[in-house]
């Protein structure tokens, strides 16, 4: 081998290795902004999508119009009315004050950008961030820059990441992602190194995190079990009790600092473990000290002692404890525990679909043939250990009970796939690249033998190799293919906006959404109270800028519950209790029209259920006949006079669907059970182009209801008789 | 005079006979809810103890069946909790005579009626046509040729699909018998998840003391790291909440299904077999790696072609799998011929 050649080929690396991870970092922006760019592919425009989204991009104009200082303190009256909401203290302020800063650097170096362009293109943007902390992160660990390059590829754009961070989509998770890898890229290297600065770097990454999403209690989870482990199999060094004691004290301290958190970090929970591993790392060291003092065998009877009497006192206790009635399992740890929990006592958590539990297919689906390489991954990283290699290890294995529990912590589980399988695969393609390396060499001895030929270290037949490497390239082209489909057809949807395609493959837009939030914004008084489920109440204080009664920070069930109640009572007692709530206006969302099938009477067992568990008088089964969910002649009287079935199907009955049968809703398939509703305490407002909006105003207390003329006549005359002021007739 | 003297002995005995006969059922009922909580009849006792004249007490029955159990889910859901209330009545002291002419005070029993020959007849006049049902009897009731003069009111049946919950119960049984019991739980039950988490604890504990010096072998660390995964990603939390079965029937065919229909559901062997060959690629990927650092040889060569065929096959049966399973799923760079494309204004935002 020509010695010179090589170094040629080594010292033009680096230019190779930037020029792909930009590479990579272009393509996972690109690949998010499918729903936006008209380079040749216009989808959609610049907006906000989804629900909570809203809210940021809200409280992000918020604090660039008054100021940091006015974020904190503010005081949010048009939601959650008449409650109101402390913005400022029950929040993750990072992702706004991210975009926020962003946009004040833009506007000072003479970039005059709209804050919503900064907010629609900012998770793009942290998704190359991400790509490039997956590519230190795996260089950290592996040491090997391949390894880097493959994950840096693959977390830029797996679909589940794809699918919080497509350009709109203006979520905690866009940024809190990043936060994620590269807090465990900057922990590992103060792992490695034992120095404070990285450490100190790192629980400052963590403060970013603890900002950003409420995700950051893995975070303060997984690297005390990992200290933990590391001690219990005996790997214990000085580096580890350097990183672990400064992350954990500056961490605490920092995450102290955001409001929202404050001085939960003592009490809850979930910081337990930190603070436990932290007491533990100490007597441990105590202990070795102890050790080294005493000597061996003094030191394992007093060991042997000390962790009897506190097995004993430990069980005592929390047998005591849990009998006397003082430590109760909270609902967290029990749905933990027991995941049928949450499905059984807390509704409106089961309600939210990004809260059901994983099937097979979606793992598949959002991960594709990485979760098929991943345990080859988990092998080298535990067969050929190091601390970094554990690491990724055990959070590989945490993440993936989490994704299984929940579907949104697909996303944790995300970049672990992709690691682990960045680890197997590369450790493929280094095995079998070596012997194409070696192949002449081989090729040399084997069939023109000089005397002075050395023995060849690899030999592998050629065929196989390059087979073998064909079939890698071949997956990574796959899932390159898969991500990229996914991307422009499964995930950048805005849901404000619908498209739908017909037979010759035409888009049909559907704006309704828009359409009303406009109406509404332009035709109701300005202090207009607008009730819905809280699904729609970000979007309608958004792009309304109306007061709504509740919304999707679920943090008043009791709230949420009336609502429920209000739409699933009788026009009477609905109408009363909204006059008692202020509200003027309610909009609900329907589907039978237009084949929309998220609209609110598929939701409505829900809106039920939650508001079962406060009011008594609200009963599932009277929705239900014999079990089933109906809304066609089968239906129950219960579910016929209910608000939500009267104000949905409102003049439904005179239009011509499905079969040119008259009321044919299409998401039910159903003719609908009652053709000729007459609203009595409501009247309709607005209507949009495909019904999926519809919104009613609720009519004043009518005079007779008020006043009781008779009986109040009579008694007011028989007092004035008894005062005399009205002559009997007889007298 | 005498005549009415002795007609009020007569009553005299006669009230005093009954009182007596109250006061054995009483104290027979209480002896046997000593040891059991829900007191199990035959349909002698249950003519004796609920239907007959005469008791100072509450019987609260509760109508199922042993034999059928299996075919009944109701009667499954419902007897836990009917024991548990049963329980929870007696730990309160609810089982214990006070005052035994005023509703609220009176002793409440629970009872079990079996469904068989002999009591088949009293589920008849009941007129029942499902079970299970509840009813609290607070005073006793006639019996005539086909029915009871029950009150209707204080019968609780089930409907098919409804859904019990232990609330919903206890609420019906708290409202007819005029007491407001909370559940209580047994202190078995207390600390059942205290015990369960310490026994885990003892048993990794136990584990790792027995097994320190294969403890840190990574091998085994992986093989269970690939076991947990494997059962996570086969969905074992969605198994268990939507108690899914193990395979499922196609509704229009009626024929077994070993693949449910749509990404978000799934039957318990799909599932598990669908993450085994997931995870079966990883393993194929792992012998082809360790053939790699070997010589050239036959064996080493017929290794790697397996290996491969292991990783091309997992690959394959799990998408092919997927694209059976969710119809819109088809990957593809360019968008089907028949779509429109163009320019900016006539092209339909198909194009890549």
């Given at each position: 081998m020509d010695p010179k050649g090589k170094s040629l080929l080594s010292s033009w690396a680096p230019i190779f290795r930037i020029i792909i991870l930009s590479l990579i970092c272009t393509l996972s922006v690109l690949i998010r902004i499918f729903s936006v760019i008209p380079i040749k592919v216009i989808r959609f425009e610049s907006i906000i999508h989804e629900f909570d989204p809203?809210?940021?991009?809200?409280?992000?104009k918020y604090l660039t119009e008054k100021g940091v200082y006015a974020f904190w303190d503010w005081f949010d009256s048009e939601s959650w009315f008449p409650l109101g909401r402390a913005v400022g203290g029950t929040i993750y302020p990072g992702i706004m004050l991210t975009a926020g800063s962003i946009h004040s650097i833009l506007n000072t170096l003479g970039f005059p950008i709209d804050i919503r362009n900064v907010c629609v293109f900012l998770a793009p943007g942290f998704a190359a961030l991400t790509s490039l902390a997956g590519y230190f992160l795996t260089k950290e660990v592996t040491g090997r820059s391949e390894a880097g390059l493959y994950a840096a590829l693959f977390i830029g754009i797996v679909p589940s990441y794809i699918s919080r961070s497509v350009a709109g989509s203006y979520d905690n998770e866009g940024v809190a992602i990043f936060a994620l890898v590269f807090t465990f890229y900057l922990y590992i290297k103060s792992v490695n190194t034992g120095s404070l600065l990285w450490s100190a770097a790192a629980s400052l990454s963590f403060f970013y995190m603890v900002a950003a999403w409420g995700g950051y209690a893995?975070?303060?989870?997984?690297?005390?079990?990992?200290?933990?482990?590391?001690?219990?199999?005996?790997?214990?060094?000085?580096?580890?009790?350097?990183?672990?004691?400064?992350?954990?004290?500056?961490?605490?301290?920092?995450?102290?600092?955001?409001?929202?958190?404050?001085?939960?970090?003592?009490?809850?929970?979930?910081h337990l473990a930190s603070h436990a591993v932290f007491i533990f790392l100490q007597i441990y060291v105590l202990g070795n000290w102890v050790k080294s003092q005493a000597g061996e065998d003094k030191f394992k009877i007093f060991i042997k002692i000390i962790i009897g009497m506190l097995v004993l006192l430990l069980i005592a206790a929390s047998l005591y404890m849990t009998l006397s009635g003082k430590m109760k399992w909270s609902g967290r740890s029990l749905s933990l525990l027991d995941p049928t929990y949450a499905k059984r006592f807390i509704p409106i958590i089961a309600s939210v679909s990004e809260h059901q539990p994983t099937t097979w297919a979606s793992f598949f689906f959002d991960l594709h043939y990485l979760a098929v390489f991943a345990p080859a991954g988990l092998y080298y990283c535990l067969t050929e250990s190091n601390p970094g290699k554990l690491f990724i290890a055990g959070y590989g294995v945490l993440a993936v009970y989490f994704a299984c529990v929940m579907v949104r912590l697909l996303l944790v589980l995300a970049p672990a796939v992709c690691?682990?399988?960045?680890?197997?695969?590369?450790?493929?393609?280094?095995?079998?690249?070596?012997?194409?390396?070696?192949?002449?060499?081989?090729?040399?001895?084997?069939?023109?033998?000089?005397?002075?030929?050395?023995?060849?270290?690899?030999?592998?037949?050629?065929?196989?190799?390059?087979?073998?490497?064909?079939?890698i390239g071949a997956i990574s082209v796959l899932y390159i293919n898969h991500c990229v489909w996914v991307a422009a057809e499964a995930y950048s949807s805005p849901t404000v906006i619908m498209a739908s395609k017909g037979y010759d493959g035409e888009r049909k837009i559907i704006d309704d959404y828009r359409e009303a939030y406009y109406w509404l914004r332009m035709n109701t008084a300005q202090d207009a109270r607008i009730m819905s489920w809280w699904d729609y109440g970000y979007q309608i204080t958004g792009f309304s800028n109306r007061t709504v009664l509740v919304d999707n920070n679920t943090w008043n069930n009791t709230h949420i519950a009336t609502i429920g109640m209000i739409f699933a009572s009788n026009e009477e007692v609905a109408a009363k209790n909204l006059r008692k709530l202020d509200a003027e206006y309610v909009l609900v969302i329907f589907g039978g029209v237009s084949y929309y099938s998220g609209d609110d009477i598929n939701k409505f067992l829900w809106m039920v259920r939650i508001a079962a568990g406060v009011f008594p008088q609200i009963k599932e089964e009277n929705y239900l006949n014999r079990g089933q969910y109906r809304i066609d002649s089968g239906m129950t009287e219960t579910m016929k006079n209910s608000l939500m079935y009267r104000l949905s199907y409102y003049r439904f009955g005179e239009i011509m669907g499905h079969n040119r049968m008259m009321g044919y809703d299409v998401v039910r398939r159903a003719e609908i059970g009652d053709k000729n509703i007459k609203l009595r305490q409501f009247r309709e407002v607005f209507t949009s182009e495909h019904w999926i909006v519809r919104i009613f105003k609720v009519l004043p207390e009518e005079n007779r209801d008020g006043l009781k003329a008779k009986s109040g006549f009579s008694k007011k005359y028989s007092e004035m008789k008894d005062l005399g002021l009205v002559r009997s007739k007889l007298s | 005079m005498v005549r009415l003297f002795l007609l009020i002995c007569c009553l005299g005995v006669v009230m005093k006979v009954q009182c007596q006969e109250q006061q054995t059922k009483v104290e027979t009922l209480l002896e046997l809810s000593k040891t059991h909580d829900v007191i199990s009849l035959t349909a002698e006792t249950f003519k004796k103890y609920v239907v007959d004249q005469s008791r100072q007490y509450i019987i609260v029955v509760f109508f199922s069946s042993y034999m059928y159990k299996s075919q009944c889910p109701g009667c499954q859901a419902l007897e836990p909790i009917f024991n548990e209330i049963a329980y929870s009545y007696k730990a309160l002291g609810h089982t214990k005579p006070k005052?035994?002419?005023?509703?609220?005070?009176?002793?409440?029993?629970?009872?079990?009626?079996?469904?068989?020959?002999?009591?088949?007849?009293?589920?008849?006049?009941?007129?029942?046509?499902?079970?299970?049902?509840?009813?609290?009897?607070?005073?006793?009731?006639?019996?005539?040729?086909?029915?009871?003069?029950?009150?209707?009111?204080?019968?609780?049946?089930?409907?098919?699909?409804?859904?019990?919950?232990?609330?919903?119960?206890?609420?019906?049984?708290?409202?007819?018998?005029?007491r407001d019991v909370t559940i209580q739980?047994?202190?078995?039950?207390?600390?059942?998840?205290?015990?369960?988490?310490?026994t885990i604890l003892i048993l990794i504990f136990a584990l790792v003391y027995f097994i320190k010096h294969n403890f840190t072998s990574p091998k085994l660390w992986w093989f269970g790291c690939t076991i947990i995964y494997i059962t996570c990603m086969a969905g074992v939390v969605y198994d268990i909440i939507h108690s899914s079965s193990l395979i499922g029937t196609n509704p229009q065919t009626g024929e077994d299904e070993f693949i449910a229909q749509g990404p978000r559901s799934q039957y318990i062997l799909e599932g598990f077999l669908m993450s085994f060959l997931i995870s079966l690629g990883s393993l194929g990927l792992i012998l082809l790696n360790s053939t790699a650092n070997y010589k050239n040889s036959w064996l080493m060569r017929l290794i790697g072609i397996f290996s491969i065929a292991l990783i091309l096959y997992s690959i394959y049966q799990v998408s092919f799998a997927y694209k059976n399973k969710v119809s819109w799923y088809t990957p593809s760079f360019d968008p089907p011929s028949h779509y429109k494309k163009g320019g900016l204004i006539a092209d339909q935002g198909n194009s890549f």
């Open positions: 809203w809210f940021n991009f809200r409280t992000t893995f975070i303060i989870n997984i690297i005390p079990i990992f200290v933990v482990v590391n001690v219990l199999i005996g790997k214990f060094t000085t580096n580890l009790y350097v990183s672990y004691c400064s992350f954990y004290i500056l961490g605490s301290l920092l995450a102290m600092q955001i409001p929202f958190v404050g001085t939960q970090v003592v009490t809850s929970s979930e690691i682990l399988s960045a680890i197997g695969l590369s450790e493929t393609l280094y095995r079998f690249t070596r012997h194409i390396k070696n192949f002449r060499q081989w090729y040399t001895y084997k069939f023109n033998p000089e005397e002075n030929t050395p023995k060849p270290k690899y030999g592998y037949p050629l065929e196989l190799t390059i087979i073998v490497i064909g079939i | 005052d035994q002419n005023e509703n609220k005070a009176k002793p409440v029993f629970f009872a079990f009626l079996d469904y068989g020959q002999e009591t088949q007849i009293i589920y008849q006049k009941f007129g029942f046509s499902n079970i299970p049902n509840i009813y609290v009897s607070t005073k006793s009731f006639t019996e005539e040729t086909t029915s009871y003069s029950i009150d209707r009111s204080k019968l609780w049946e089930y409907r098919d699909g409804q859904e019990i919950t232990s609330n919903k119960i206890l609420d019906f049984i708290n409202k007819k018998t005029e739980k047994s202190l078995l039950q207390t600390i059942l998840p205290i015990s369960i988490v310490l």
